[in-house]
């Protein structure tokens, strides 16, 4: 059984940043990457970034390349998400999950919104 939890977010103003983070316990020996992802409000649930916890290669969709950074600490069993230039249509709730995601894997995730 694995547990992830996020946390870190939050309201901020355009242009803003938040830092996200996704906790995860459990059985996870056999999860080799983990990604972000998010839903907002009357939309279907998109990925976002994804990281590999070996060799730490990241992938991010078009839309927030350049603007957010997902990295992890190996020792915490933590995937992190730094998040500049925020941006209303950012606005969502962001989840971690493994990557490819499992059903079975999503949490309750943490709120993110961007005012104008």
């Known amino acids: 059984q694995v547990q992830l939890v996020e946390s870190g977010g939050g309201l901020v103003q355009a242009g803003g940043s938040l830092r996200l983070s996704c906790a995860a316990s459990g059985r996870t020996a056999s999860i080799y990457a983990m990604g972000w992802f998010r839903q907002a409000p009357g939309k279907e649930r998109e990925f976002v970034a994804r990281i590999r916890w070996t060799s730490g290669s990241t992938s991010y969709t078009d839309s927030v390349k350049g603007r957010f950074t997902i990295s992890r600490d190996n020792a915490k069993n933590t995937v992190y998400l730094q998040m500049d230039s925020l941006k209303p249509e950012d606005t969502a709730v962001y989840y971690c999950?493994?990557?490819?995601?499992?059903?079975?894997?999503w949490g309750q995730g943490t709120q993110v919104t961007v005012s104008s």
């Open positions: 999950n493994r990557y490819p995601s499992r059903a079975n894997y």
